[in-house]
């Protein structure tokens, strides 16, 4: 089998975390919502673990976690659930950044079709959004800002606590789409300053199909977002419908995990970042590196290959690595990135950039390997 080197689309999962889940599938078989009976409140009390396990990871409280089927979930139920509120109180200004995860783009685009104007800061060339610049655009009108902490696609970081600091000071209700950081950047998240955060089990070896929705509380008051689904009233009414207890205690699993091990993994991540970066530059390939290294989390880099396709690049390592040139949700478009075009980056250095990214179970990554199909490619 090729390496796997697309953990921003999804990590594997934990053996850990695996074994769990199946001794959850084969001994508890209730449904968290039945109270009259034993199995259903042991399965209530292996959610509940889980719920507390997330709150650790984030020090928050654990009744400010809803359960979801994911961050895209997450994302749309924070931000469109704010759409009737605001209408009611004339706040009808948003702010979103030109690098955000379609699941934010898409439903910023949904809040326009409601008569909401949003506003898009771009990224300075190095991918990170320029606080003040963002700041500046907050007016008594503006409802919500969402914010990706850790870009999808180039790994660049996010200054969400300035934002957000200021964002709660004025009273402007803050989203933070933490899939990508959640897990890893745990000491940043647990000092944000947020009333919404997304999350997902699959980018932190947890599994697919399990994601949280943080919804912080002011003055002991949540924030008043509508539920966008009815039936049971289950998670605080928020989102209705049968908990998945084996997905939700897989997610507990992983926080775990996480919260323990982030600051070793983070430093395995930074040191294979490295090693990458040494060997491309002896390998004397003309390339550059999108975004700024220095300013991206560790375990990913985007990278282009000057003159070379990066489908034929992506096809041709397919024997060998498993490779990504963007989101997974949107790999089948074939289009130059929209968090390149944002950044600045010109066509020609987009249509030849390429994705990596790894974690704990990768141990270095054959850099020449990778070089040489590149090499092949040219000639």
């Not at 199995?39 to 809803?66: C, F, P, Q, W, Y």
């Not at 008569?115 to 907050?138: A, M």
Request: contains cysteine.
């Amino acid at each position: 089998m090729p390496q796997y080197l697309d953990y921003n689309a999804s990590t594997p999962l934990d053996k850990d975390v695996f074994q769990y889940m199946m001794s959850v599938y084969s001994d508890s078989v209730g449904n968290a919502d039945s109270r009259t009976h034993l199995h259903g409140a042991k399965a209530r009390d292996i959610v509940e673990s889980a719920r507390t396990s997330l709150a650790n990871l984030l020090k928050v409280d654990s009744s400010e976690l809803v359960f979801t089927s994911g961050a895209t979930e997450s994302s749309n139920t924070a931000i469109l659930g704010l759409a009737e509120w605001g209408k009611k109180n004339g706040r009808t200004h948003v702010i979103t950044t030109a690098i955000e995860h379609k699941a934010i783009l898409e439903s910023f685009r949904q809040l326009e079709m409601q008569g909401f104007t949003s506003e898009y800061i771009l990224p300075k060339p190095n991918g990170v959004i320029d606080c003040d610049e963002l700041i500046s655009k907050v007016s008594e009108k503006t409802l919500l800002v969402s914010i990706q902490h850790v870009n999808n696609e180039t790994g660049a970081i996010q200054p969400i606590k300035q934002i957000g600091d200021y964002c709660r000071s004025k009273n402007v209700f803050i989203h933070v789409d933490a899939a990508q950081s959640c897990g890893k950047l745990v000491d940043d998240l647990q000092n944000a300053q947020y009333d919404f955060l997304s999350a997902t089990a699959h980018k932190m070896y947890g599994p697919q199909g399990v994601g949280i929705l943080v919804l912080r509380r002011k003055n002991h008051i949540p924030p008043p977002i509508a539920p966008h689904s009815f039936g049971g009233g289950q998670e605080s009414n928020i989102r209705s419908g049968t908990l998945p207890v084996s997905l939700i205690a897989g997610f507990g699993k992983a926080a775990e995990l996480a919260l323990f091990h982030h600051h070793d993994w983070n430093k395995h991540n930074s040191a294979i970042k490295e090693s990458v970066l040494r060997a491309l530059n002896e390998t004397k390939l003309n390339y550059v590196i999108n975004g700024d290294v220095d300013v991206c989390i560790g375990n990913t880099l985007n990278i282009s290959f000057l003159g070379v396709n990066s489908e034929a690049l992506m096809i041709a390592a397919r024997p060998y690595f498993s490779l990504a040139n963007g989101s997974a949700c949107t790999s089948k478009e074939y289009r130059y990135s929209h968090v390149l075009e944002a950044m600045g980056v010109t066509n020609e250095v987009a249509e030849s950039s390429i994705r990596i990214s790894w974690g704990k179970d990768i141990h270095s990554i054959d850099t020449w390997k990778l070089a040489e199909i590149v090499k092949n490619i040219i000639e």
